[in-house]
């Protein structure tokens, strides 16, 4: 079974998580009647309820999505003409791409790898051409894939676990347009969208050439059984239907394992933990579980945070769903998200693709609306920090708090559902996000619990979130050079206690790993909080 690196040194056991006919509207009937008529009939087709500004007459409008469907398959057409509709995305804006199929129908997994070659001549460049001759404008800021667009871009080139040129098609399409296109690792594309505050319209209005240039997400599923009146897959159907509706007052499971070593035992502080301390501190239902076995049996989930296959003790295969009279991880409510921390959940969304690790294709058919995955290995530190991706629950739509949480772009992560997706009771901000007793406005690492404050080299970042020992604005390579010589020498620092155990040894090197690449804090000494009016790109 593969395994997640969670660093970027050479393999020495440190492994972690390795997922129409329209039809025609009578305009002498006037605007009101035939936003009610459209709202009726997505309610049918759809089999979900009628939109909610339709009581009113006002049908809802979605003008800056684009969706990408591939011609040759029925499937992915239907699922892009049942989203338009029920999201009323203007009909030009279903972009049909030419991609050969050996199996319109999508049973096997063969669309859901393509040559960079072929991405460049077959998606990238129908999409530019589009924007620049259809979007001058530039309103599109979302993009929609279907299942029949590929999932991976093959990069036949060498290829390490920190540096790559194959990527999640989605990601590469989120940065179109910049110099993140065909990115080889992280190092060289960390994301400034990461922790931002702004909503995606108004940051990309202020930084207009940063990336990503686009929120990306995708339509998919399992291809059978389908649905006998729309053509679209079951699951892809009931995905849809469970985008509206959700509430904060259901449950979320952090589902989390003490008995994980390395740097996935650091991550359950980093991410397991803390995002469990953002929720209650958002007063929303919550279940920790730090034991070793796999959660199962639980009603009204949310949202849910899981080691999924990597979990020390797991049903086994297919690991989510019904297993030996258990449901795993129980029954999901509408509008539920989910990040499974697994190097490959999003492999592929093809019946009968062989297990090893789980697949974020059960937790949709489990009945998840939203999951967050990965294609290919995405090492421990880049995949989407949960703690973050929780603003869905304070009313940001998930395709946003999804790119919100990711660290890096050009990379293997992508978002499943819809990115529209929003909770309709979504809850204020709280005055003290990571609830250790600190307020945010004064706290020096916002997010994760530090009540403790530790602060060794007084630069107002906090211990607990600030491995840039050098003091160059990023953690890196030579920060965690700097550490592993220390431990090596026995000459530490008090700066170098990270996870606030008193000591200095391994846990610190993999907690620094977790941020490696990325910017210390957030706390006190972040200018960009200081200034409060969203973050800036970084170079």
């Known amino acids: 079974m593969k395994a997640l690196r969670s660093d970027t040194r050479p393999a020495t056991g440190a492994h972690s998580i390795r997922r129409s006919v329209s039809g025609q509207r009578d305009a002498r009937r006037g605007a009101r009647r035939e936003a009610r008529h459209r709202a009726l009939a997505v309610a049918w087709a759809l089999g979900i309820a009628v939109l ?5 007459g006002d049908a809802e409008q979605h003008p800056e ?11 992915s057409v239907a699922i892009g003409d049942a989203y338009r509709r029920a999201r009323g995305v203007p009909a030009s804006q279903v972009l049909p791409l030419r991609i050969p199929l050996e199996d319109p129908g999508l049973g096997t997994a063969a669309h859901e790898t393509v040559s960079r070659q072929d991405y460049l001549r077959r998606v990238r460049d129908p999409v530019m051409r589009f924007l620049s001759q259809d979007d001058r404008a530039r309103r599109i800021q979302i993009l929609v894939t279907t299942k029949g667009v590929p999932l991976y871009i093959r990069d036949d080139g060498p ?3 920190d540096e790559q040129r194959g990527a ?3 990601a590469e399409l989120a940065v179109l347009g910049t110099r993140y296109e065909g990115s080889a690792g992280r190092a060289s594309s960390p994301n400034p969208y990461f922790r931002a505050s702004l909503p995606f319209a108004a940051w990309r209005e202020r930084f207009p050439e940063a990336p990503p240039r686009f929120l990306v997400a995708r339509l998919t599923g399992y291809a059978t059984p389908t649905d006998a009146k729309t053509g679209v897959p079951a699951d892809v159907l009931a995905l849809l239907q469970r985008a509206r509706g959700g509430r904060t007052d259901a449950r979320w499971l952090i589902d989390a394992d003490l008995g994980q070593r390395g740097g996935r ?9 803390a995002t469990m301390a953002r929720l209650r501190a958002l007063d929303l239902d919550v279940i920790y579980d730090s034991g070793v076995a796999f959660r199962g049996g639980l009603e009204r989930l949310i949202g849910l ?4 296959s990597n979990a020390s003790r797991h049903p086994g295969p297919p690991f989510f769903g019904d297993i030996d009279g258990t449901r795993y991880p129980g ?14 959940n999003g492999r592929s969304f093809t019946a009968g693709t062989p297990y090893g690790q789980s697949l974020a294709a059960d937790l949709i058919r489990l009945g998840a609306a939203g999951v967050a995955s990965h294609v290919a290995e995405p090492t421990l530190n880049g995949v989407a920090r949960p703690r973050l991706l929780v603003d869905y629950a304070r009313g940001v739509p998930a395709g946003e708090a999804f790119f919100r949480s990711v660290p890096f772009l050009s990379w293997t992560n992508a978002y499943i559902g819809d990115p529209l997706m929003t909770v309709a009771d979504p809850r204020p901000p709280a005055a ?3 609830g250790d007793g600190v307020a945010d406005r004064t706290d020096n690492c916002r997010e994760r619990p530090n009540p403790r404050q530790r602060d060794s080299d007084g630069d107002g970042w906090g211990n607990r979130c600030d491995g840039d020992f050098d003091g160059d604005g990023v953690t890196g390579l030579s920060d965690a050079a700097r550490l592993q010589r220390a431990l090596r020498t026995g000459r530490v620092e008090a700066r170098f206690d990270l996870d606030g155990n008193g000591r200095v040894d391994t846990g610190d090197l993999d907690t620094l790993l977790l941020d490696l690449f990325l910017p210390p804090g957030p706390g006190t000494g972040d200018s960009r909080f200081r200034a409060r009016g969203g973050e800036p790109p970084r170079p």
């Open 265 to 273: 035992g650091a991550a359950n502080a980093a991410m397991f933990a």
């Open 65 to 75: 999505v684009l969706i990408l469907v591939n011609e040759a398959s029925p499937v």
């Open 305 to 308: 945070v899981s080691w999924g």
């Open 159 to 161: 290829v390490s676990y």
């Open 52 to 56: 909610a500004g339709s009581a009113r």
């Open 168 to 170: 999640a098609l989605d």
């Open 331 to 344: 029954a999901f409510a509408p509008g539920a998200i989910a990040v499974n921390l697994v190097s490959t």
């Open 432 to 434: 003290d996000g990571d």
